[in-house]
């Protein structure tokens, strides 16, 4: 059986709320590690990558695998019933019909208990081999979010041109164009400002902005996001939790023939 | 023109 206990709902409903316009039904894998998800957009642009450590929740128990085939549309109604700061508790049988999910208020006795159905989800699970990225971007994740939200106002699309002069995120289409160039930056006092860059070779890449700013629902998770690319291979936008549990996101590119 | 691709051209199943 599952026995997972977060301190905070906060948490959970955050992940919830970053992923479920992207994806809509999908197994929440568990096992003694702690619980996983990986899941592709419907249209095969984007992957959903989730991993929440066992040591994430406190206590943690699943004897054996159980994968919870979950609607978000669901679970994001039933999550909504609970209070940020309410301990969420996930349980779960073996072979199990349904996900029980307790909310407890830890300043009054308050505990509220649903149910949600299950769902059998045939789900293939993809290898994603392990990259040796040419540029890996650390910036904070408001920042990443406010250039793609201004960038989409011109453009369907970004172009992400890593170099050692800086990053830049350039955009043209109708109306005109537009590009916001970062540097490394180091801020002692406000470190989540940081800038980062680390890179091997130069790097140019074009990106669809539309799933870029669906990434950004999750900035509330993370002050800081990483962006790890690599010439004509899948983006990834890795937003770090605690405990190095972790929500990444796969974008494959745009290529010209 | 740049054509986008999809995830499944650089990841496979496992």
């Known amino acids: 059986m599952l026995e997972a206990r977060l301190e905070q709902a906060n948490l959970l409903k955050k992940v919830v709320d970053a992923i479920k316009d992207l994806v809509q039904d ?37 004897d054996r695998n159980i994968a919870l085939g979950i609607n978000l549309t669901s679970l994001t109604k039933v999550l909504r019933c609970a209070a940020n700061e309410d301990i969420l508790t996930l349980k779960a049988e073996d072979a199990p019909d349904v996900v029980n999910l307790v909310f407890e208020s830890a300043e009054s006795d308050r505990l509220s208990e649903y149910d949600i159905k299950l769902m059998d989800i045939d789900q293939e699970h993809l290898g994603i081999p392990e990259t040796e990225y040419a540029a890996t971007i650390s910036m904070p994740s408001a920042e990443f979010q406010k250039i793609c939200r201004d960038l989409m106002a011109l453009s369907e699309s970004v172009s992400i041109e890593c170099t050692k002069e800086g990053v830049k995120f350039a955009c043209s289409g109708d109306i005109g164009s537009g590009s916001v160039t970062l540097r490394s930056h180091t801020n002692v006092e406000k470190p989540q400002l940081n800038v980062e860059i680390d890179l091997s070779e130069p790097v140019a890449l074009t990106f669809s902005l539309k799933y870029l700013v ?16 690599s010439n004509e291979v899948p983006l990834l936008v890795e937003y770090a939790l605690s405990n190095n549990s972790y929500l990444r996101f796969y974008l494959a590119p745009k290529i010209g023939d | 023109q740049k054509k986008q691709q999809s995830i499944s051209n650089f990841f496979t199943p496992r």
């Open chain 1, 26 to 62: 999908c197994n929440f894998d568990c096992n003694d590690s702690g619980i996983a998800l990986q899941a592709m957009d419907n249209s095969h642009v984007a992957l959903v990558s989730m991993m929440l450590k066992s040591e994430s929740f406190s206590p943690f128990r699943c």
């Open chain 1, 214 to 229: 669906n990434f950004c629902k999750a900035s509330g998770l993370s002050e800081q996001v990483r962006l790890c690319l």
